[in-house]
């Protein structure tokens, strides 16, 4: 029974639901700003620091290294938590497709790779 209140108006309703999972996957990717940013500090200038001694490094680490450390750790768990509940949990527990919904799931780094390229951050 097609447009029937029977079907839950899936099958009418696809094109809302892919509008659904692209809009939540891109706002899960402007919450995967802050550990990109975290990521791409410790990437960029905690990898500058060199070893030389073999016991460990002689320098002194950067002040900013433990907060970025934990900001890239907990806001990446955070982040795949969401992901998780977004993407599989809940559209498993409302019977849409999982399909739809993680292939949207690579939208996630689209917001910090269009803020990377326009100079924002």
Known sequence: ???SATDGGRRAGTAVSWWAAAV???LIGLAAILPGVCL???LTRYALISCTDRFGCV???PDQAVGMTLGAVLGGA???GMILVVD???PW???RPLNLWLGMSALVPAPFAI???AGWI
């Open 40 to 42: 791409r500090w410790l």
């Open 88 to 90: 599989v949990l809940m």
């Open 1 to 3: 029974m097609h447009g």
């Open 78 to 80: 955070f982040v795949l």
């Open 24 to 26: 939540a996957n891109l």
């Open 93 to 95: 527990q409302e019977g």
């Open 115 to 117: 803020a990377q390229a």
């Open 59 to 61: 320098k002194v680490s």
